[in-house]
């Protein structure tokens, strides 16, 4: 288990080098997944900062993550957002992982918008379908890999923060709601995280299913949970990459390929329902 701990200094080390690159002041943050980095694109007078020019920040080694921090305005809102992210699978710490989460909190992030591609587990999902996030079920948080395992910053987040809410009711709604207006097909379910790098074997998959698990991916969790200790709302979709071979002897085998190939249907789908979201977020509250 890797023991990476960083605290708020060395955050605010991070903090100041972004600040030190951008006049926005985002309120809005994104994390973009594996195939899904071109909504970044639409990004308007982006600020643009390389994972690696920022200090303690992991540096994305995976295809189909830039590994960069844009900064800049998108349907009228500040954001920041992540095109592409690190894994813990990579050798990372968790506390490395969600790093960026705890500098999105600094800059006065309210909201986390996370995306990736998953498994899709429902009979339902095939390749290409949106999945809103409901719920997740942190089995390696449970295992202990957890990003709030270690010293604890109470200026940070509280020492055992609530979960029985990770996902926004107030922003599902909007997502359903614009997803409807926009004749989106957006499914609902619960998201399990798994530690990878390995694809599933059928048997873990039956597990999964049958523990409540609609999709599966390899990231999202830690950095849900970063957020939440911080006390930002978080909305969470997942474009569906493949559908989960969940009986043995199957012909087919998952690859990253093609989880970077069904990005390309994901990603136009994906893109204008955020955009959809941005622009009907009720305005920014002021202090």
């Known amino acids: 288990m890797s ?9 605010e080390e991070s903090v100041a080098v972004v600040r030190a690159h951008t006049l926005h002041q985002p309120r ?18 982006a600020d643009v900062i390389p994972y690696a020019d920022i200090p303690h ?14 900064v800049g305005m998108l349907e009228e809102q500040p954001v920041i957002v992540m095109q592409g992210r690190s894994h813990y699978y990579e050798g990372y710490s968790m506390q490395q992982v969600t790093l960026p989460v705890r500098v999105m909190k600094l800059l006065g992030v309210e909201i986390l918008i996370v995306t990736n591609a998953a ?6 999902f095939r390749p290409g379908d949106l999945m809103l996030i409901t719920d997740h079920i942190n089995l390696i948080g449970m295992a202990g890999l957890s990003p709030l395992r270690g010293p604890n910053d109470p200026t940070l987040g509280p020492r055992f923060p609530d979960m029985s809410v990770a996902y926004d009711a107030g922003l599902r709604e909007l997502a359903l709601r614009v997803a409807a207006e926009l004749k989106i097909k957006l499914h609902q ?3 399990m995280c ?29 950095e849900v949970t970063v957020a939440r200790h911080g006390g930002i709302k978080v909305l969470g979709i997942s474009g569906i990459s493949n559908v989960a071979m969940i009986e043995p002897g199957s012909t087919h085998s998952p690859t990253h390929e093609e989880v970077l190939q069904a990005g390309q249907a994901i990603v136009p789908k994906l893109t204008t329902l955020i955009r959809g979201v941005l622009k009907s977020l009720p305005a920014r509250k002021l202090p």
Do not use: C, W
């Open 3 to 11: 023991d990476t701990f960083l605290n708020r200094k060395q955050i």
């Open 28 to 45: 809005v943050g994104l994390v973009l997944g594996s195939g899904l980095g071109t909504l970044a694109d639409a990004v308007e007078r």
């Open 57 to 70: 920040f992991a540096v994305s080694t995976v295809e189909g993550h830039v590994g960069r921090l844009l």
């Open 119 to 124: 498994g899709g587990l429902a009979p339902e």
């Open 189 to 191: 379910g619960v998201y």
């Open 194 to 222: 798994l530690a990878g790098p390995s694809f599933e074997t059928p048997a873990d998959l039956r597990f999964l299913r049958k523990i409540g698990a609609d999709a599966v991916g390899m990231s999202t969790v830690p």
